[in-house]
Each structure stands twice: as structure tokens, then as C-alpha cells.
């Protein structure tokens, strides 16, 4: 699966990004956060999912990851699985994708995400998904384009030729 801002795939129809200022927070430093989403790219997949990558002083702060289907679809999605197999429940809801080198715990940011994720947020989250969907499918060639064809040993009138 590869990701890419949502911007850069559907241009202005992409919500704007998200920021905060953060004050006074004994678990977050000073600073404006800012949140980019990122959507799958592959036409092929439905994974249904984002990766957020959350930046504050021009510094990769923390990467969630977030699918809003419920586990059944997950583990229906990759193919059935072993129901004890943990990977599927990082794929429905928040989990932690990368945690960067920074004073900042993994769970502080995933607690700030899940503080600040509404409905309006899920809801433009998944038609942005939509969006880049639509944009990154292959395109199918009409069938009234499809070549005429031709058939074997027409005689061919051009240049004054008459080949068979």
C-alpha cells in the first residue's frame, strides 16, 4: 500500500488540514500540531484506512493509523485469518504506526488524535477516500473504441499498391 496526502491526488476538494495550538499541556510541549492525511493510493485496495501523520516545529511528531470499518471487515478484508491474529485489530480504529524519536510518548499523541476525532472529521475523512478512490482507479477502455479488425488477405488500395 502506498499513501500520499489527499491534496496531492484530488487537489482543493480535500478538507483543509487540520492544526492545533497546544498550551499549557504537561503531557505536550508548547507548539502548533499539525494533522495530514494520508489515503492509499493502490486502485486495487480497499483498505479503508489513513495514516495521519502529525507534525509540530517542522518535526514529525507522531503517525497513527486509522480505519473506521469494524475488525469483521478487516479480517474478512485480508483474506479470513487466524481470529487471535493482532494485526487486524490495529487496522480497525487508532493504532500507532511509527513512533518518532521525540520527547513526546506514542500513546500522548494517539490520545490527543482520538480526543480531537469527530464525526465531521470521519465523515470528510471518507469522502476524501472516496475521492482518491475514484481518482487512482485504472481507467477502462470504452468497448465502442475497440480497432476494427481486419481481415486476412484484403487487397490493399494505397500508393497505388494492390499487395495481398
Do not use: H, Y
Given at each position: 500500500m502506498n499513501f500520499a496526502p489527499a491534496e496531492s491526488i484530488i487537489g482543493n476538494k480535500a478538507h483543509p488540514m487540520?492544526?492545533?495550538e497546544i498550551i499549557g499541556n504537561p503531557s505536550l510541549p508548547h507548539g502548533i500540531y499539525y494533522f495530514f492525511d494520508l489515503y492509499c493510493t493502490d486502485p486495487e485496495c480497499d483498505c479503508r484506512k489513513i495514516i495521519m501523520e502529525i507534525v509540530s516545529e517542522n518535526e514529525l511528531v507522531g503517525q497513527i493509523h486509522y480505519g473506521w470499518e469494524s475488525v469483521e471487515y478487516y479480517r474478512?478484508?485480508?483474506g479470513g485469518g487466524d481470529p487471535s491474529d493482532t494485526m487486524v485489530d490495529d487496522m480497525a480504529g487508532l493504532s500507532n504506526a511509527f513512533s518518532p524519536v521525540t520527547?513526546?510518548?506514542?500513546?500522548?499523541?494517539?490520545?490527543?488524535?482520538?480526543?480531537?476525532l469527530d464525526e465531521t472529521w470521519i465523515q470528510k475523512i471518507k469522502e476524501n477516500y472516496a475521492l482518491v478512490k475514484a481518482a487512482t482507479k485504472k481507467p477502462q477502455r470504452p468497448s465502442n473504441l475497440s480497432r476494427p479488425r481486419l481481415k486476412r488477405?484484403?487487397?490493399?488500395?494505397g500508393a497505388g499498391s494492390t499487395r495481398k
Open positions: 487540520r492544526s492545533l474478512k478484508w485480508m520527547d513526546i510518548p506514542s500513546d500522548v499523541i494517539l490520545d490527543l488524535v482520538g480526543g480531537l488477405n484484403k487487397k490493399f488500395k
